[in-house]
């Protein structure tokens, strides 16, 4: 919705339905109530949007994260930094070393990636309005070009991350203030509903929006995540650069501290809730910096030797498939240690918590397994870390089911785990073999404009062959262990019509973005009315 007057007008059909439930005498059930206010309408109000004007959109690009912003052109995350005004940072893509930059940014565009891409990810994550795969924008050192129009750095760009419109300069934005009927129209849904509603979140920060927007607890934190920031990102390379097992240990045992501070405040927030710890998963590649840039200072000024020691690793871990490759647990299996330091870090922060009162619930979800014996090994590793400082608190370890195989042999997984976490992205990426940082800009467009495909498969889940295999994935595993927890952690998770497909499948709990939980908590309760009907 891009007016103030359509936004006013959601706002009062939410009154009015919550309205006629709400008498002494209603004239409509809460369900029915439920059923007349949709998902999308619920985003519309709940998101900063653009006032009604004639403006000329400049280019399109997906709509990856809602709500509207209007900034300053940066082109680097260290600009954002040093910006004193609104900025919007425009990337080619983005990865985890700019996220410094797109914290501070009050939006972001990307000219490539898709919806499960790390620009859109990170900004949803953050209910933080993103545009991303907006092909048509060219790159420079200070300037952008849109369709042939120049556009220097420091200019004002305005873009519509729900519908992917990018503006040259600013158009004014609004936002409706929240109307109490919404909280009432969502405690009805969650005396409906049958899905647990968990949150994707990495810092404490999020974890506290996300029990403030109703979450039941945390369904993916993001490990890598917390070692981003300025003072963690060095550490983390010296381990990558460490040339003897002394080095590696030292790192480790640094990453392990401050890793151990971010857990305290992510149990804290999640007091008494479920928290799914996800250990390592990104290729290291990912905490290095681009070959490109370090080519580019060679030629300029030169390295000095930690820079040439950086690129050596660039080119060493580079990798031609690096989202099938060297990843998840098989970093594991390539670095002893790794998440070995990561579970005594969460076991230290459970110890503080416990001591200062609380009550915290962890599971460690280990990522990207394929066979049970890779599984199993891994398993023991962080079982025998376990042990070895004991708990009170009962620790669950389950796995991702984001590859085919795995859902096909999730009877053999289910043997080592205690829970099955659905990574829809990558189950979708690998099942349709779209690079799910390539296809939405290049080419989704045209399928969908060709009736090549009905839906975007990373916005809504396909009906048939990944909701199967989600299907089979649950069969198989209860088949071996039947009171198997199971949730979907993946994007699709805070997608209104893929929470309905997913509800049928069996799954306990969907796990979606801070911003989105409302959303999914309305659709969560109109798929368990609409299967009421059906049954």
């Known amino acids: 919705m891009n007016s103030v007057e359509s936004q006013s007008e959601i706002a009062a059909s939410i009154k009015e339905a919550v309205s006629l439930a709400s008498t002494p005498n209603p004239s409509i059930s809460k369900e029915e109530a439920l059923m007349l206010v949709s998902p999308t309408q619920l985003e519309a109000v709940l998101h900063t949007s653009f006032e009604p004007s004639n403006h000329e959109v400049l ?3 997906l709509g990856a994260s809602p709500g509207a912003a209007v900034g300053k052109i940066v082109l680097s995350a260290d600009e954002a930094m040093m910006a004193t005004e609104d900025v919007i940072l425009v990337r080619a893509e983005t990865n985890p070393a700019d996220v410094h930059g797109m914290q501070i940014a009050v939006g972001i565009l990307t000219t490539r990636g898709g919806l499960a891409s790390h620009a859109a990810v990170v900004a949803r994550g953050w209910g933080k309005p993103a545009v991303c795969g907006a092909e048509n924008i060219e790159l420079a050192d200070d300037h952008i070009t849109i369709n042939g129009e120049r556009i220097d750095v420091g200019e004002t760009l305005s873009i519509d991350g729900t519908s992917g419109e990018v503006i040259r300069g600013t158009i004014q934005t609004t936002h409706l203030e929240p109307i109490p009927e919404i909280d009432v129209l969502l405690q009805w849904a969650d005396e409906v509903r049958q899905l647990d509603i968990r949150a994707n979140a990495d810092t404490a920060a999020e974890a506290k ?3 403030g927007k109703g979450a039941e607890g945390i369904g993916l934190c993001r490990t890598e995540h917390m070692f981003l920031d300025e003072q963690r990102l ?6 990558i650069l460490a040339s003897t097992t002394e080095q590696e240990a030292e790192a480790l045992q640094e990453l392990r501290e401050s890793q151990h501070k971010d857990f305290i405040g992510l149990l804290k927030e999640m007091d008494g809730l479920p928290v799914t710890i996800r250990l390592l998963d990104p290729p290291l590649h990912e905490f290095l910096p681009e070959i490109e840039e370090l080519l580019e ?10 820079q040439q020691d950086l690129l050596e690793a660039a080119h060493r871990w580079r990798e031609r498939n690096p989202m099938i490759g060297t990843r998840g647990v098989r970093l594991a299996w390539l670095k002893p240690g790794l998440y070995e330091m990561q579970t005594l870090a969460l076991l230290d922060a459970i110890a503080d918590r416990t001591t ?3 009550t915290p619930q962890v599971e460690i979800m280990i990522p990207l397994t394929v066979s049970d014996k890779e599984l199993a090994g ?6 025998a870390t376990i042990d070895e400082h004991p708990s009170k608190t009962v620790i669950k370890i389950g796995t991702m089911i984001e ?6 042999v999730a009877s053999q997984l289910a043997e080592h785990a205690d829970f099955f976490s659905f990574g829809t992205n990558d189950l979708t990426q690998l099942t349709f073999g779209f690079s799910r940082d390539d296809v939405e800009s290049r080419i989704m467009g045209l399928y969908l404009e060709q009736e090549l495909l009905q839906h975007n498969p990373f916005q809504q889940i396909d009906a048939e062959a990944v909701t199967e295999l ?3 994935g649950i069969e198989r595993g209860r088949n071996t262990k039947p009171d198997l927890s199971i949730g979907v952690c993946g994007e699709h998770g805070g997608d209104p019509i893929s929470i309905g497909l997913l509800a049928a499948t069996g799954i306990d709990y969907v796990s979606c973005s801070p911003p989105r939980i409302p959303i999914a908590r309305l659709a969560a309760a109109q798929a368990a009315i609409t299967q009421s009907i059906k049954n």
């Open 470 to 472: 989600v299907q089979l």
């Open 209 to 211: 929006a996300a029990r």
């Open 356 to 358: 200062n009162g609380g």
């Open 403 to 408: 590859t085919p195989r795995a859902a096909l």
């Open 378 to 383: 891994i398993r023991e590793r962080v079982q």
């Open 297 to 306: 200072a060679a030629v300029g000024q030169g390295l000095d030797q930690e």
């Open 59 to 61: 280019t399109r690009g």
């Open 234 to 239: 060095p550490i983390i390379r010296r381990m």
